[in-house]
DNA sequence: CATCAACCTGATCA
DNA sequence: ATGATCAGGTTGA
C-alpha cells in the first residue's frame, strides 16, 4: 500500500518517541494495530507492508497535521529552531496506542534508550501475542495472567508500577477512555495519579498518545539544550512553561525538533555555548 | 513549595 | 579487573 505523506521514517521512527520500530535492510519494521508491518521510504511518502488499515497508518501518523505550515510556525519564534527544523524535514509526532504508549513511559523512567527497548522487547517477547516476525505490545490481561513471571523483564523498580498499571487499567480504576476525553491540564493532572508518572513522563503521554501539541516534556536532554543554547535553566514547571511560550504554536513538534537535533549533533555547531546561563 | 537521597539495571570510564 | 558514575525520573521525607 502506498501512502502520500510529507514525513521522513528514519527521525519520525528512530527518535525514541516510539520504542519499537526496527530499521532492517527492508525498511522500519514494527506493529500497528497488532500486525507486522514494514514501511519503507518512497519520495512522495512511504509504501506499507502488511495487514493493516490505510485508517489506521493515517492516524498513526498523525495524517492531519500540516507540517509545512507546522515548520513554518515553529520557525518563525526562533533562529535556532528555525535551522533545526530546516535541517529536520519530515519528523512527524506519532500517535501512539494509549495504554502502549503509557505502559512504555513507564518503563522509560531514569533509563537510557538502548535500556528502554531492552525491557519493551522483553515485555513482549514474555507475553506478547505471537504475531510472526514480531509480538504484539501485551494487554494488561497478559501481564496480569504472567505476572510471577515478570522478574525475568529486568524492569527494575519499574517492575511493581508496569504491573500495578497493567492491574489498575484492567480493573477499570484508570480509565485511558475518559483520560483521553480530557483537555491538557486534566489529562496530565490525572496521568501523574498513577504511581510511576511524573512530570516528564505525563507530559510525553499527554503528547504522544493523547496529541496534546501543548506539552513540552523537558527530559535531561531537552534541560541540557534549554541551558547551552537558551541560557536557561529553572524547575521542570518553569522550563516546560519556557518552551510553550518561546516556540510558536507546536510546542511538542518544537520539543521533538530540538531533541531530534541534539542528536545529530547540531547544538555544539550552533549554540558555540557563549549565553550566559540565567534562572527564570 | 524546593531540595535531595535512594532506587534496579546495564554500560561506560577511570 | 573492580568501583564510581550516569542514563529519556519519580518518590517520599
Redesign the pocket.
Known amino acids: 500500500m502506498e501512502i502520500a505523506m510529507d514525513v521522513s521514517l528514519d527521525p519520525t521512527l528512530g ?3 516510539a ?1 519499537r520500530w526496527r530499521k532492517t535492510a527492508d525498511g522500519w519494521q514494527g506493529v500497528l494495530d497488532n500486525s507486522v508491518v514494514t514501511l519503507t521510504q518512497t519520495p512522495g511518502g512511504f509504501r506499507c507492508e502488511g495487514a493493516v488499515s490505510k485508517r489506521k497508518i493515517l492516524e498513526y501518523f498523525r495524517h492531519g497535521d500540516d507540517l509545512a505550515a507546522i515548520y513554518e510556525n515553529i520557525s518563525a519564534s526562533d533562529g535556532y529552531l528555525a535551522s533545526v527544523a530546516e535541517a529536520c524535514p519530515g519528523l512527524r509526532l506519532l500517535r501512539q496506542d494509549p495504554w502502549e504508549c503509557t505502559a512504555t513511559y513507564i518503563l ?9 527497548i ?1 525491557m519493551v522487547e522483553s515485555v513482549c517477547d514474555e507475553f506478547g501475542r505471537d504475531l510472526g516476525a514480531l509480538r504484539a505490545f501485551p494487554t494488561p490481561g497478559e501481564i496480569l495472567d504472567g505476572a510471577d513471571r515478570i522478574a525475568v523483564c ?5 517492575e511493581k508500577r508496569f504491573v500495578d498499571f497493567a492491574g489498575a487499567v484492567e480493573d477499570g480504576d484508570v480509565d485511558l477512555g475518559a483520560i483521553g476525553e480530557m483537555d491538557y491540564a486534566g489529562c496530565r493532572e490525572a496521568l ?1 495519579e ?9 507530559d510525553c503521554i499527554s503528547l504522544f498518545a493523547f496529541g496534546h501539541m501543548e506539552s513540552f ?1 523537558v ?3 531537552i534541560k541540557a539544550i534549554l541551558r547551552d543554547v537558551y541560557g536557561v535553566e529553572g ?3 518553569e522550563l516546560a512553561d519556557f518552551g510553550r511560550r518561546s516556540f510558536g504554536d507546536y510546542p511538542g513538534y518544537a520539543q521533538e525538533l530540538l ?1 531530534h537535533a541534539k542528536a545529530v549533533s547540531l547544538v555544539q555547531a550552533q549554540s558555540g555555548g557563549s549565553r550566559p546561563v540565567s534562572t527564570l
Open positions: 527518535c525514541g518517541q520504542h522509560a523512567v531514569n533509563a537510557n534508550v538502548k535500556r528502554i531492552s529486568k524492569l527494575g523498580y519499574r501523574k498513577i504511581h510511576g508518572i511524573g512530570d516528564k513522563v505525563a516534556p527530559d535531561a536532554r524547575t521542570y514547571a531533541y
